[in-house]
T-cell receptor, first 109, second 112 residues
């Protein structure tokens, strides 16, 4: 099974940077995903890491350390529209996704 | 249809009633999934199907059944609904079991 931990809430100012951490324990590992979910909407894919290191995609970056069971999602140049929940999900040896409870990010003007 | 759709959008159901949530995708994805999302618990996998004709149990399968008669459709049935099944249900699909998952808009179900 999976045990995935991420902070419940974070608040940041427009234009700033926020880092959302995710730690996990898994019986098998086949990649880590980050999804964004606005209130009342479906989750949408943000990033995927399967090897150690940093993946950059525009204002969003995601980092993975498999030996530490650790990932973070970095959101730069925050905009009001970035206010949402961010879900960390780990894919196990059977290719099933397990999700963390999500981190709600509030961006203030 | 573009992507993945779910019906109904929302439903209020009396306990003990049977209910089928519908999910259809037009992306010709082989794998499909059903999740429930509850406050503080995140998304939990109910059932999945890696290809038409096959299904498997996820983390919380009790009280739910699925079928996968063709590639496009993956209905979820609650045989006899109970209040603890009140939740938001998301259907998802991926090219195969290794691919990125795309989510439908969700069904908000309330069981009274």
């Amino acid at each position: 099974g999976q045990n995935i931990d991420q902070p419940t809430e974070m608040t940041a100012t427009e234009g700033a940077i926020v880092q959302i951490n995710c730690t996990y324990q898994t019986s098998g590992f086949n990649g880590l995903f980050w999804y964004q979910q606005h209130a009342g909407e479906a989750p949408t894919f943000l990033s995927y890491n399967v090897l150690d290191g940093l993946e950059e995609k525009g204002r969003f970056s995601s980092f993975l350390s498999r030996s530490k069971g650790y990932s973070y999602l970095l959101l730069k140049e925050l905009q009001m529209k970035d206010s949402a929940s961010y879900l960390c999900a780990v894919r196990d040896g059977d290719y099933k996704l397990s999700f963390g409870a999500g981190t709600t990010v509030t961006v203030r003007a | 249809i573009a992507g993945i759709t779910q019906a109904p959008t929302s439903q209020i159901l009396a306990a003990g009633r049977r209910m089928t949530l519908r999910c259809t995708q037009d992306m010709r994805h082989n794998a499909m999934y059903w999740y429930r999302q509850d406050l503080g618990l995140g998304l939990r996998l109910i059932h999945y199907s890696n290809t038409a004709g096959t299904t498997g149990k996820g983390e919380v399968p009790d009280g739910y059944s699925v079928s996968r008669a063709n590639t496009d459709d993956f209905p979820l049935t609650l045989a006899s609904a109970v209040p603890s099944q009140t939740s938001v249900y998301f259907c998802a699909s991926s090219r195969d079991s290794r691919g990125e998952q795309f989510f439908g808009p969700g069904t908000r179900l309330t069981v009274l």
